[in-house]
């Protein structure tokens, strides 16, 4: 009989312990065993972990040893826990290290020859830089250096008629004024001290008048080579321009087939999937990170051109069961954590 092998996903609450487990080990195999597991139950000094288990139709807590592989399922800052395991179990055992992005990071990272052409010009917060965009561009975003969710992103715009507005979500301005220096104050109240990145606003194709993106999720495979498992797009409410207030789920393919010529479709769509891997692959290798997944959010312009709004080293995952495509969002993981162990 052979060995059993294990793989810990490292999650952040009780909560998601069993969800989680749930839902990924069906995809694993008679001989891997996997397990769930919160930073608190770790044990260095003993090498053991207490985690979760399903085994004959029943969860179980468990002690175990370190396991062979782990998969992050931790939304946050935990990299020191990454590198003190990785002394333990090796150099190329743990995947996801990084959930939590910095945005001016990867934009720095992505700014290369094949991918400029693609990035919203983008800088760190300051009021010159602040001023140098706004002016140079007339709407803006100023978006959390490591948010999520859309939380805390604002839109600063030039209107023409010689007002400017912030909004927050939505597009309609809950500020405006003539006055710069009335809005400088306002988004020096709403940043405070907290790191923020500045972004060059672009004017993007709408769904039926509403705003959407294009989530490219990428992967890696029983291979070990980044894949792209599908397209999404999240449509926004009426009125708001952050697409994580989403009213419904769509096929990327569906959204383009409705607001592109027949014949410009397929051009997108490769062009999404080859700037997507090539930003996947160039994140990981120059970031001196071990991805196994990551999400790259687009938006299409009015020119059919392709624009890389952030990446999300944390894809969230029920938005795929919406288009019962899930399968393989979920299985993907679990086929490269055995390609490791093999």
């Given at each position: 009989m052979k060995k059993k092998k294990y793989v810990g996903i490292l999650v952040s609450n009780r909560r998601q312990q069993?969800?989680?487990?749930?839902?990924?080990?069906?995809?694993?195999?008679?001989?891997?065993?996997?397990?769930?597991?919160?930073?608190?139950?770790?044990?260095?000094?003993k090498k053991e972990i207490l985690g979760i288990q399903y085994s004959n139709n029943q969860y179980r807590i468990k002690k175990f040893h370190f396991p062979e592989v782990i998969y992050n399922?931790?939304?946050?800052?935990?990299?020191?826990?990454?590198?003190?395991?990785?002394?333990?179990?090796?150099?190329?055992?743990?995947?996801?290290?990084?959930?939590?992005?910095?945005?001016?990071?990867?934009?720095?990272?992505?700014?290369?020859?094949?991918?400029?052409?693609?990035l919203p010009e983008t800088l760190p917060f300051n009021e010159m830089n602040f001023e140098h965009l706004f002016n140079k561009y007339k709407t803006?975003?100023?978006?959390?250096?490591?948010?999520?969710?859309?939380?805390?992103?604002?839109?600063?715009?030039?209107?023409?008629?010689?007002?400017?507005?912030i909004a927050q979500h939505h597009f309609s301005p809950t500020i405006k004024t003539n006055d710069l220096s009335i809005i400088k104050n306002e988004i020096s109240?709403?940043?405070g001290t907290k790191p923020y990145i500045i972004q060059q606003g672009i004017s993007f194709m709408q769904y039926n008048g509403k705003n959407f993106d294009i989530r490219v999720l990428v992967q890696k495979n029983s291979t070990g080579l980044w894949q792209v498992t599908n397209?999404?797009?999240?449509?926004?409410?009426?009125?708001?321009?952050?697409?994580?207030?989403?009213?419904?789920?769509?096929?990327?393919?569906?959204?383009?087939?409705?607001?592109?010529?027949?014949?410009?479709?397929?051009?997108?769509?490769?062009?999404?999937h080859k700037i997507s891997l090539k930003a996947a692959a160039h994140v990981e290798e120059n970031?001196?990170?071990?991805?196994?997944?990551?999400?790259?959010?687009?938006?299409?312009?009015?020119?059919?051109?392709?624009?890389?709004?952030?990446?999300?080293?944390?894809?969230?995952?029920?938005?795929?069961?919406e288009l019962d495509i899930s399968e393989e969002v979920y299985k993907n993981p679990i086929q490269y954590a055995l390609y490791l162990l093999s």
């Open positions: 069993k969800r989680t487990l749930k839902i990924y080990q069906k995809y694993t195999t008679k001989n891997v065993v996997i397990f769930t597991f919160l930073p608190s139950s770790i044990k260095w000094d399922r931790y939304y946050g800052s935990k990299s020191t826990l990454f590198q003190r395991f990785e002394k333990v179990i090796g150099s190329n055992k743990c995947f996801n290290h990084r959930t939590r992005l910095n945005k001016q990071l990867i934009h720095e990272l992505l700014n290369i020859p094949e991918l400029n052409p693609y803006i975003y100023l978006k959390p250096s490591r948010g999520s969710g859309g939380k805390g992103v604002y839109r600063i715009e030039f209107d023409g008629s010689g007002e400017m507005g109240k709403i940043i397209l999404i797009s999240r449509v926004a409410y009426e009125g708001y321009f952050n697409t994580s207030a989403c009213e419904k789920i769509y096929s990327s393919e569906k959204i383009l087939q409705a607001i592109l010529p027949s014949d410009a479709v397929s051009g997108v769509i490769q062009s999404l970031g001196g990170f071990h991805m196994g997944e990551l999400s790259v959010d687009f938006g299409i312009d009015h020119s059919w051109k392709p624009w890389i709004i952030e990446i999300n080293g944390y894809p969230q995952k029920g938005i795929y069961k």
